[in-house]
Every structure is written in structure tokens, then in C-alpha cells.
């Protein structure tokens, strides 16, 4: 099956700074791909929908300021958390369809903790 | 609006069999897909359903009624490596967008 991956796994931050966290599809190429965040023991929330060559499309809620999605390639997209406070601290994944809707492969993940 | 429940929490014991039910009202449907998620990591793809009735694959079955709303997926032959959450998700209207439920814990005994 396709194959995506994020970097890094995890990363530890201090409160006020950017987090940047990179979404690569390894052997096929996504005009598509989101971003989910997941806190403990609660199920996937998806943050925003990221297309190539456009803007993302956010979910209600989130702060398009805030998450900064770049979809610059058929292959990566890059969420920066700014500014990045304790609460944002979470599991952040991302995902994309391969060549047809019948699969959505998710990348390994991102554990950010902001101090 | 749209909506996907399934259990909360389901226990079994190793190499039995057990049943996880979805209900689904969505306002368009292409498709019906279960995920398996190990505590602190992604999901893994199990199954997508689009046409009625039952799709086999290995231990693991996945069955959708699209006029009732409701898809289960079945483990068989449970092992202790089965103990994950087990997560139910609708491409409805949109393109390419899932619409989630919350999730199944599923433990297994030995």
C-alpha cells in the first residue's frame, strides 16, 4: 500500500515558539491531504483539509492564523503550529488518498508537547 | 446533520469472536471504511464497503446495510494484539473528506 510519512515523530517545545511538522507521500502523489489532531482517549478531529497549490480549507474552530498549512507539492504538506501553547500539546496526524477514495493512509503521527 | 455511533468499550476474550456494530445517518454516501488505532499511533486501513453485504479478509469481516445506516465490522480468532480502538468513518458528500465516530475500545482477555 501507499505510504506517507511525518517528521518528526515527536517534538518538544517551549511555549511562545513554532512547531513545524512535515507530511510527505512516498510513493504516490496527493493533490489532497488533511491534518488531524487527537488528544488522549478522544477519537481523530480533523483540523483542515490542505490542496495542492491552494489554500486549506479549516474546519470550524480552528485558527487559520494559528495552524499554517502549506501544500506546495504533490507530495508534502507542512503544518506550523505558531506561537504554540501548553494546550496545543497533542497528537497531530496527517493523511492522504492514493489513487482512488477506496483507502486514506495516515502518516505515523506527531507528538507535540509544548512546556 | 451528520452523525456515526458505535460502542464506546467492548471486552472479549482471546479467540473468540466479536462484533463491532456502526450506525451512520450522513447526508450523502460513497462509502463506509474501519480503521484499526493502537494506542499512540496512526490509524491502519481494515476495510471500505460501498455495495450491501459482506466483505471477507482474513480474520477480519466487514458487512454494510446501506438502507438500514449500519455496517459491523467482525474479528475472529481474537488475539491480544486485537486490543486496540477500532474507529467506523462515512465519505459522505464531500470529495475526499471521512466523517468519524468516536471510536471502539475493544479489550481482550485472555
Known amino acids: 500500500g501507499a505510504v506517507v510519512s511525518q517528521h518528526p515523530s515527536r517534538v518538544i517545545c517551549k511555549s511562545g515558539t513554532s512547531v513545524k511538522i512535515e507530511c510527505r507521500s512516498l510513493d504516490f502523489q496527493a493533490t489532497t491531504m488533511f491534518w488531524y489532531r487527537q488528544f488522549p482517549k478522544q477519537s481523530l478531529m480533523l483540523m483542515a483539509t490542505s490542496n495542492e497549490g491552494s489554500k486549506a480549507t479549516y474546519e470550524q474552530g480552528v485558527e487559520k492564523d494559528k495552524f499554517l498549512i502549506n501544500h506546495a507539492s504533490l507530495t508534502l504538506s507542512t503544518l506550523t503550529v505558531t506561537s504554540a501553547h501548553p494546550e496545543d500539546s497533542s497528537f497531530y496526524i496527517c493523511?492522504?488518498?492514493?489513487?482512488?477514495?477506496?483507502?486514506?493512509?495516515f502518516g505515523p503521527g506527531t507528538r507535540l508537547t509544548v512546556t | 446533520g451528520q452523525n456515526i455511533d458505535q460502542p464506546t468499550e467492548m471486552t472479549a476474550t482471546e479467540g473468540a469472536i466479536v462484533q463491532i456494530n456502526c450506525t451512520y445517518q450522513?447526508?450523502?454516501?460513497?462509502?463506509l471504511f474501519w480503521y484499526q488505532q493502537h494506542a499512540g499511533e496512526a490509524p491502519t486501513f481494515l476495510s471500505y464497503?460501498?455495495l450491501d453485504g459482506l466483505e471477507e479478509k482474513g480474520r477480519f469481516s466487514s458487512f454494510l446495510s446501506r438502507s438500514k445506516g449500519y455496517s459491523y465490522l467482525l474479528l475472529k480468532e481474537l488475539q491480544m494484539k486485537d486490543s486496540a480502538s477500532y474507529l467506523c468513518a462515512v465519505l459522505g458528500d464531500s470529495n475526499y473528506q471521512l466523517i468519524w465516530g468516536a471510536g471502539t475500545k475493544l479489550i481482550i482477555k485472555p
Open positions: 464497503n460501498v
Open positions: 493523511s492522504a488518498f492514493g489513487t482512488s477514495r477506496h483507502e486514506q493512509y
Open positions: 450522513t447526508s450523502g454516501f460513497n462509502g
